[in-house]
């Protein structure tokens, strides 16, 4: 009965060490709307705390890529330049920079992902 109780405890112990080893990005895939299941492991990503709009913002430089959480709902926005996504972290308010600037209803579209269906 001794060993049956040794066993999970060893388990879990393992399993923590395991996973105090991880890091966000290593285990971190969100679902992205119109997209899918995305591994944010390449992006940098920031957690948001001074904007009601915005939770979190994620950037792959190489793809020049950002996945934003927008309301709790995580979007892609594509061909982002380096200087914009740095100027939505900047941005006095975060969310009225991304609606003016990149996903909103008066931004221009030009970053929206082309993703085939």
């Given amino acids: ?3 049956a109780v040794m066993v999970p405890e060893k388990l879990i112990i393992l399993l923590f060490a395991v996973l105090g080893n ?10 992205v709307r119109n997209v899918g299941p995305v ?3 390449p992006f940098v990503c920031a957690d948001i705390t001074r904007s009601t709009m915005i939770g ?4 792959d430089q190489a793809k020049r890529s950002a996945v934003i959480e927008i309301r709790s709902i995580y979007r892609q926005y594509c061909d982002l330049p380096k200087a914009t996504f740095d100027a ?3 941005a006095p308010s975060m969310g009225q920079f991304y ?3 990149i996903g909103g209803k008066t931004a221009s579209w030009r970053h ?3 993703h085939p269906s």
């Fill in 88 to 90: 939505l972290l900047d």
């Fill in 99 to 101: 609606l003016n600037e």
């Fill in 56 to 59: 979190r913002a994620c950037y």
């Fill in 112 to 114: 929206v992902c082309k």
């Fill in 39 to 41: 591994d944010l492991a």
């Fill in 1 to 3: 009965m001794r060993c």
């Fill in 22 to 31: 991880a890091t966000w990005a290593d285990a971190d895939v969100v679902d």
